[in-house]
Structure formats: C-alpha cells, structure tokens
C-alpha cells in the first residue's frame, strides 16, 4: 500500500505484491470528519469509511454500497507507543489489531490467530506498507487505516 505524501483529499492506490492496482482509496477532502471511500480499479464502490462524531472512543464505520455495516473499528486502548483497536464484524467474528504506532507495526488476530499483518518495515520508500490477509478475511475491512 502506497500513499501519496501530497495528494488533494489524501487519495491513493493499494496495489498487489505484484504492483498491479487492488483498489483505490478515495479520501474525501473538505468533510468535517474523515471519510474514504473504497473502489476498484474500474471505479465501482466497495465500501465506505466514516469516522463517527461526537464519540468518546476514536469510532470508525465501515459500510458497504447499500450503506449497511459491515464493521466498526472502535479505538480501545491507548498506551505511550502501543495501540489497539476492536473491529466489530456483523457477519463473522471480531477482531483485535494491535500496533506499535512508530514502527507501524500492526497485527490483526481473531481470537489468536493472526488474520493479518501491516508492516511498513518490508519497504524502505516512504508512506509504502506491506499488507498480508488471511483468504478468509474480508480485505476492504482489514485495509482501512485505523
């Protein structure tokens, strides 16, 4: 996953091991609170991530075309460099991320298993991740950054 360092609406591409684009990141700019939308490479809407205002918790929803939930990602626990968040599925089980927020280290797990990983340490280009999901997660909910 790359991103731009100067981009109107902070937009982006997220491409495969193989440098082939996966899914655009469209951030919307000028809204009072974050918003990406997901599409594919044609364009289509996959989902659309929002974060929710006037939370105590840092609360993102992320919802599909017909606007139904298909997670929300809630801030759950903050340390001096440690985080972790909760990812409430609606149709499978939840997950856990926890990340070192300087070394942007992240893993996903359900339960125990590691579902996924982000790790900016695979890449020496600035902004660029490496993402890897389990085949049985769904990637628009894991890609997102929380």
């Known amino acids: 996953m790359r991103q731009r360092l100067m981009s109107v609406g902070d937009d982006f591409w997220i491409e495969s091991d193989r440098g082939e684009r996966v899914y655009k990141v469209d951030g919307k700019a000028l809204r009072l609170r974050k918003t990406l939308i997901f599409e594919d490479p044609s364009g289509r809407e996959l989902a659309k991530i929002q974060e929710k205002v006037a939370r105590i918790k840092d609360t993102m929803e992320v919802e599909n075309p017909d606007?139904?939930?298909?997670?929300?990602?809630?801030?759950?626990?903050?340390?001096?460099?440690?985080?972790?968040?909760?990812?409430?599925?609606?149709?499978?089980?939840?997950?856990?991320?926890?990340?070192?927020?300087?070394?942007?280290?992240?893993?996903?797990?359900?339960?125990?298993?590691?579902?996924?990983?982000?790790?900016?340490?695979?890449?020496?280009?600035?902004?660029?991740?490496?993402?890897?999901?389990?085949?049985?997660q769904n990637p628009v909910v894991i890609l997102p950054p929380p």
């Not at 298993?113 to 389990?134: H, L, Q």
């Open 67 to 136: 606007r139904r939930t298909l997670a929300t990602v809630k801030k759950a626990l903050i340390k001096p460099i440690r985080e972790r968040w909760v990812v409430k599925i609606g149709d499978g089980p939840d997950l856990d991320i926890q990340g070192n927020i300087l070394d942007h280290e992240y893993t996903f797990t359900d339960g125990r298993t590691a579902v996924a990983t982000v790790s900016k340490r695979w890449f020496r280009i600035a902004d660029t991740y490496g993402v890897e999901v389990a085949p049985s």
